[in-house]
Nanobody
Framework: QLQLVESGGGLVQPGGSLRLSCTASGVTLDYYDVGWFRQAPGKEREGISCFSFRDQSTYYADDVKGRFTIAGDAAKNTVYLQMNNLKPEDTARYYC???????????????????????????WGQGTQVTVSS
């Protein structure tokens, strides 16, 4: 059974960087899509990035585009989210989620055309807290 564990969160000053990791166990991610989501107190959960191991497609939400970079490492069964130029409004709990896509169109491509939903992803981690504050 797939289990996802996030790590790498913490407290960082505005303008700083963090790299989040999402490591999977129980399955190999070869035909999975992995998404990063975040939820701040009092706000809805937001999908911010996606990576497809099968076709290497990616997705970024507008408010992180140019600052965040997603990458997958199949050998380590891990997806990374490099976050640069962090802002106070990036403060949230960050979650990764995965879904087996097989040979279906990647969820990341669907998200790029506005056709994605949180419910597309079936397995979720427990999250890691990111706080951006001076």
């Amino acid at each position: 059974q797939l289990q996802l564990v996030e790590s790498g969160g913490g407290l960082v000053q505005p303008g700083g960087s963090l790299r989040l990791s999402c490591t999977a166990s129980g399955v190999t991610l070869d035909y999975y899509d992995v998404g990063w989501f975040r939820q701040a107190p009092g706000k809805e959960r937001e999908g911010i990035s996606c990576f497809s191991f099968r076709d290497q497609s990616t997705y970024y939400a507008d408010d992180v585009k140019g600052r965040f970079t997603i990458a997958g490492d199949a050998a380590k069964n891990t997806v990374y989210l490099q976050m640069n130029n962090l802002k106070p409004e990036d403060t949230a709990r960050y979650y990764c989620a995965a879904n087996y896509q097989g040979h279906l169109v990647s969820l990341c491509r669907l998200w790029n055309v506005g056709a994605g939903e949180d419910t597309d992803f079936s397995s979720w981690g427990q999250g890691t807290q990111v706080t951006v504050s001076s």
